[in-house]
């Protein structure tokens, strides 16, 4: 920015801090959404091995025993991967 005399005009406008205050509720807003899709995540796993995914009011709609678990796995994975890389960016 530019300066006058030794104070720089965005330091004098307060620009700085507002940016650094954005920043960081930036960063804790993506550190509680990391968390809790991480957490949503193995919940999911643990449902997913748990609780087996039947149709019991379709008879007509055919899931195997192996796509009912990777259905589960599939989805907490993803909330887990995602979950992730919110926390390391």
Known sequence: MWEIGKLRVSEALG???RRMTRRHWSRSRKVKIGSA???????????SAALPLTA??????????FEGRSIG???????????????AT
């Open 37 to 47: 899709l991480i957490i949503f995540g193995m919940m999911v796993w643990a449902l």
């Open 56 to 65: 019991r009011s379709e008879p007509d709609v055919s899931i195997s025993y």
């Open 73 to 87: 796995v599939i989805a907490g994975g993803g909330s887990v991967l995602v979950g992730i890389v919110l926390l």
């Open 15 to 17: 620009w700085e801090e």
